[in-house]
């Protein structure tokens, strides 16, 4: 499947701060919402070496659109890849499997998953969520606010972080009446995410609770990592390549590439975005082979960290080289710049990765040794 269309689409979808249906028409159709799915229950069966794959081809047609597929893929990937065995450790009960598959059973056919993770005033430190959970009857009550939901009420269902006294556990709660969008979403860059605010009050069934066990939420977070900080990865080290590709195209177009300060400038984003997708590349193979290794988790941080911070510095530079006509509205590199801007802030934030790979090279436990809790 090629992403052409996607890029034809993403003006206007940026302009207009709107989800971009088609492009997950297209994917449903490819089939693609089923990637992470396991064969026997109509899926691709990918890793996340797949994931990183897919979603860095997305990126280079329409990057909102690939951040959205990931947080698709983050509610799947996580759902498939847990091993039976350590579910039932952690004391998963027997109608939790029931429900794993159904829910991945229903994105092989088409269903899609959204995250509604984030919070004004605590971003997406899971200990710092004010969204509550308590037992009502045999299900649950839901209710807090959530904000940067990416295709909030274009979803079937919702990943809520929520909280009851000190345990952080996590729902898959499908779309109904008791969830309300706030239409909020007027940002910088990714605006074809439609990241609206997400108010929660509903009852939900006992086996939305993901692992059907309180208090997984911290744990997971820290021991696999790769869904909330790897998977953004794929996506900003597409966004890198995308923006080289637009800027070779337009300086040709314009008779600059003769230039050797053009060439030079091409030359180094091309090394710093290949450099970022080996790193990228590198940890997605090792999730695969060695999911929850302390050396996984190093480069699934180093990845976060490259990604981010290089997608912006090589749209930084593909933009200048290109002049202040690349800076009028409606120039793909204009785009591209402002969704690249994203990358290093969003979770885990390039500060953030940085300062967790510099306690591990310090020795100590980089999910330990902080004032504040990373999650």
Same mark, same amino acid.
């Given at each position: 499947m090629t992403y &052409?269309?996607?890029? &034809?689409?993403?003006e206007q979808h940026d302009r207009e701060a709107s989800f971009p249906k088609a492009d997950f028409d297209d994917l449903r159709a490819a089939g693609l919402l089923g990637?992470?799915?396991?064969?026997?229950?109509?899926?691709? /069966?990918s890793g996340f070496a797949g994931y990183a794959q897919v979603a860095y081809d997305i990126a280079q047609g329409s990057p909102a659109t690939a951040l959205l597929f990931n947080m698709h893929c983050? $509610?799947?990937? *996580?759902?498939?890849?847990?091993?039976?065995?350590?579910?039932?450790?952690? /004391?998963?009960?027997?109608?939790?499997?029931?429900?794993?598959?159904?829910?991945?059973?229903? =994105?092989?056919?088409? +269903?899609? !998953?959204?995250?509604?993770?984030?919070?004004?005033g605590a971003g997406s430190r899971f200990s710092a969520m004010t969204t509550t959970y308590e037992p009502e009857g045999d299900g649950w009550r839901i209710r807090g606010s959530k904000t940067f939901c990416s295709g909030a009420g274009h979803a079937d269902a919702y990943l809520v972080v929520a909280r009851r006294d000190d345990k952080v556990s996590q729902f898959l709660v499908p779309a109904s009446d008791g969830l309300t969008i706030e239409q909020t979403w007027d940002p910088l860059g990714m605006r074809a995410t439609a990241s609206n605010d997400l108010h929660v009050d509903?009852?939900?069934p006992?086996?939305?609770?993901? /692992?059907?066990?309180?208090?997984?939420?911290l744990l997971l977070a820290r021991v696999?990592?790769?869904?909330?900080? =790897?998977? !953004?990865? =794929? $996506? !900003?080290?597409?966004?890198? @390549?995308?923006?080289?590709?637009?800027? *070779?195209?337009?300086?040709?177009?314009?008779?600059?590439?003769?230039?050797?300060? $053009?060439?030079?400038?091409? /030359? @180094?984003?091309?090394?710093?975005?290949?450099? +970022?997708?080996? =790193?990228?590349?590198? +940890?997605?193979?090792?999730v695969d082979e060695k999911p929850g290794d302390? &050396?996984?988790?190093?480069?699934? !941080?180093?990845?976060?960290?490259l990604a981010g911070d290089t997608a912006h510095e090589v749209t930084a530079s593909m933009l200048e080289a290109c002049g202040t006509s690349a800076t009028r509205r409606g120039n793909p590199l204009e785009r591209l710049f402002r969704d690249a801007r994203c990358g290093a802030l969003q979770p885990a934030t390039s500060d953030v990765c940085a300062d967790w790979l510099g306690v591990a090279a310090l020795g100590l436990d980089?999910?330990?040794e902080t004032a504040v809790p990373r999650w």
């Open positions: &052409e269309s996607f890029r &034809e689409r993403a990637l992470m799915v396991p064969e026997r229950l109509g899926g691709k /069966g983050s $509610v799947t990937g *996580a759902l498939a890849a847990t091993p039976d065995e350590l579910a039932r450790a952690l /004391g998963a009960p027997d109608e939790f499997f029931a429900f794993r598959d159904r829910v991945l059973a229903d =994105a092989a056919n088409g +269903a899609l !998953y959204m995250v509604a993770g984030s919070e004004r509903v009852r939900v006992r086996d939305t609770l993901l /692992g059907g066990v309180e208090g997984l939420g696999s990592p790769q869904w909330l900080v =790897a998977s !953004y990865a =794929a $996506v !900003y080290a597409g966004t890198a @390549r995308a923006a080289i590709t637009e800027a *070779a195209t337009q300086l040709t177009e314009r008779g600059l590439a003769g230039l050797p300060h $053009v060439r030079a400038r091409l /030359g @180094r984003a091309d090394a710093a975005a290949e450099g +970022a997708w080996l =790193a990228v590349r590198d +940890a997605a193979r090792l302390p &050396e996984t988790n190093k480069a699934v !941080y180093r990845a976060k960290l980089p999910d330990e």
